[in-house]
């Protein structure tokens, strides 16, 4: 018994190790390829000029540096046990730094594209205020919907039973607006779902730090909060890839980039064959 119950404890407490480097290091490299592909396609032409892009594209920015220094840091420190805080005093300050700047840099730019599509659909000015993300998100995410659901009811009604003539630009531009619109509702509920858990966390540490707990219930919670806290960048890592399935129009442009470097490729293969 006495076996079996030290071989549960140390599998229980090397979890939270091999979490941090497994799911960590899963994360980072989902997260990188995302930020990439969301700089390139955000920075196109067809996509600069308006303003929610340059919002996604500076969040795209942040977040790459969220992942390179701060889930770096993380995975080095809490998943291969290499005390970098401890060692370097700068890397501890920096990070500490980047964690605050980069949550609110990326929640801050997010929600500015959100306000900005939002406020593309409304013809009175508003004034927003919050407390935390996840209350902001889940207010504009709201509004969001029920302002797009209040024009399409109103596209559908004829106006004196004559069918308004749409000019084609119009509707093209129309329908960018309506994928953007379901990318960001999709991911503001992904950033609600991400980060609920965390607040839930922290405030669970705040009221229990001063309460007695047995080394099985410290086990546990740090196991816990490791896969909390590491489930929180799934937010900053998902948005790429939530662009690809909503967005038709994003998914044009990536095989149209794609097309083109393969065709440049092909191009410079060419020249060199001839040359030699």
Known sequence: MNTTANSISEALLAAPYQL???FGSCLWIIGNLGCIGNMIVFRSRSFRKRAYSIYLFSAAVADFHYFNFVLL??????????????????????????????????????????????????????????????IVISILAYLLMKNV?????????PVNSVLPVVNLNSSIINQIDTQLTAMLILESLIAIITYAPYATQLTYANITQQSNKTPLRLAW??????????????????????????????RRKIKKILKMKKYKRSANHAVTFHRT
């Not at 420190?77 to 005093?89: A, E, T, V, Y």
């Not at 816990?224 to 994003?250: C, K, P, Q, R, W």
């Open 20 to 22: 941090n480097i497994w």
């Open 73 to 134: 840091t993380r995975i080095i420190q809490n998943g291969f046990r290499f005390s970098l805080m401890n060692r370097f005093i700068i890397i501890c300050k920096l990070r500490q730094f980047s964690t605050i700047w980069g949550n609110v840099v990326g929640f801050s730019l997010f929600a500015f594209a959100i306000i900005d599509r939002f406020l593309s659909t409304q013809r009175s000015n508003m004034i927003f205020s919050s407390t935390s993300p996840v």
């Open 149 to 157: 659901r209040r024009i399409a009811r109103r596209r559908i009604q």
């Open 221 to 250: 919670e740090k196991l816990f909060t490791e896969l909390i806290h590491l489930f929180s960048y799934v937010f900053f890592a998902t948005s790429f890839y939530v662009s690809i399935i909503s967005n038709a129009g994003f």
